[in-house]
Each structure stands twice: as structure tokens, then as C-alpha cells.
T-cell receptor, first 111, second 112 residues
Framework: NAGVTQTPKFQVLKTGQSMTLQCAQD?????MSWYRQDPGMGLRLIHY???????DQGEVPNGYNVSRSTTEDFPLRLLSAAPSQTSVYFC??????????FGPGTRLTVL | GENVEQHPSTLSVQEGDSAVIKCTYS??????FPWYKQELGKGPQLIID?????GEKKDQRIAVTLNKTAKHFSLHITETQPEDSAVYFC???????????FGRGTSLIVHP
């Protein structure tokens, strides 16, 4: 099993550009989520999904969209990038016992 | 919503010493308490967890204790080694949603 994979590893955007961060898992987990990590702020939940076709907002959803068309994939879309979205983004999936498995992260810089 | 406080934010110890990281939470319905270790440039990795029907759990050099009455739980690392240097996060969730709320992290530095 590859676990949770994320692409790209690094990305630089200009203000106003859009992009999609990809996330996939091969563990057949129903629950998936996106977090952003900023210095001193820990991990903050952006969006999560409890199954294909079902998504909900987390603590910091503004400026981000998600969809879940399959169990495996959970992409995160930045609609119009802003410097405040410069961060490290982690995707994660959870087994039925509530244990979360994280991907390696995408480091995003918005100029 | 749930509020999780984690202390200290930085912990520096000598190799071989013990390290203790503490977290408090606010929601009495919370019943699952995992700890994650994040090495530099990597994603967090689950290292130990405890559920509300258990007071203590050990796995080799690491242990977690839970006091549900006081709403706090702690991570204990004994005989620390340089490879234990990392950022440690506590988290709290309740059954049904399993969406965790994380503490802000503790940077543990183990000096050889």
C-alpha cells in the first residue's frame, strides 16, 4: 500500500491564480480531510469528507473548495490564491477506529 | 467546539532523560486521544493513542495517561534518544465523527 499520497510536493503561485492539490489513498478509508499547518498554529482543519459525495467545512474553509467523487481521491482547490494561503497542506484519511494517516504534505507559496 | 491546549511549546532534554508533554481539553464527550509525531519535512504519524475507558497505555518507551475527570492527558517518553527529536501533537475527538482537534504542538529537542 502506498498509503496517502499528495501531489505536488512544492508549488509557487502568483496572487489570483488557481490550482488543485491532489490527494489519494489506497486503504479504502471512508473519512478524508485537509489540514493546513502554519508556524505556531498547529494543524487546522480546512474541509473533510465522511464518504464519497459527502463533504463538510472545517475551521478555516474560506478560499478552498473540495469534492469527493470517489473513495480514493479528495482534491483541494484554491479558487484565487492569496498570500495568506502560503502554508503546508496535509491530506489525511482515517480508518474505522478513528486513526488518521497523513500524506507527506504540499508546501505552497503564494507571491 | 473543542478546545485543546498543549504545553510546553518547546522542550529541551538531555539524551537519556524523560520528557512529558501535557494536553487539556474542554469537551467532556471526547473519548479518543491520539498522539502524533512529526519529523522535519514529513507528515504527522500516529505513535500512540488511548480511549476513554483506559487510564494508561504503554508502548516500549512511550506511554500516555488520561485523567477524564480533570480533562487532561499526557505523553511520557522515557530514556530519550536524539531520534525522538520532533514535533509532537496531541489530538482529541469524539466517537461518531472521529474528526480530531489538534493541539498546537511541542517541539522536543534531545541533546546527545
Amino acid at each position: 500500500n502506498a498509503g496517502v499520497t499528495q501531489t505536488p510536493k512544492f508549488q509557487v503561485l502568483k496572487t489570483g491564480q488557481s490550482m488543485t492539490l491532489q490527494c489519494a489513498q489506497d486503504m479504502n478509508h471512508e473519512y478524508m480531510s485537509w489540514y493546513r499547518q502554519d508556524p505556531g498554529m498547529g494543524l487546522r482543519l480546512i474541509h473533510y469528507s465522511v464518504g464519497a459525495g459527502i463533504t463538510d467545512q472545517g475551521e478555516v474553509p474560506n478560499g478552498y473548495n473540495v469534492s469527493r467523487s470517489t473513495t480514493e481521491d479528495f482534491p483541494l482547490r484554491l479558487l484565487s490564491a492569496a498570500p495568506s494561503q502560503t502554508s503546508v497542506y496535509f491530506c489525511a484519511s482515517s480508518d474505522k477506529r478513528g486513526r488518521w494517516f497523513f500524506g507527506p504534505g504540499t508546501r505552497l507559496t503564494v507571491l | 467546539g473543542e478546545n485543546v491546549e498543549q504545553h510546553p511549546s518547546t522542550l529541551s532534554v538531555q539524551e537519556g532523560d524523560s520528557a512529558v508533554i501535557k494536553c487539556t481539553y474542554s469537551d467532556s464527550a471526547s473519548n479518543y486521544f491520539p498522539w502524533y509525531k512529526q519529523e522535519l519535512g514529513k507528515g504527522p504519524q500516529l505513535i500512540i493513542d488511548i480511549r476513554s475507558n483506559v487510564g494508561e497505555k504503554k508502548d516500549q518507551r512511550i506511554a500516555v495517561t488520561l485523567n477524564k475527570t480533570a480533562k487532561h492527558f499526557s505523553l511520557h517518553i522515557t530514556e530519550t534518544q536524539p531520534e525522538d527529536s520532533a514535533v509532537y501533537f496531541c489530538a482529541v475527538s469524539s466517537g461518531g465523527s472521529y474528526i480530531p482537534t489538534f493541539g498546537r504542538g511541542t517541539s522536543l529537542i534531545v541533546h546527545p
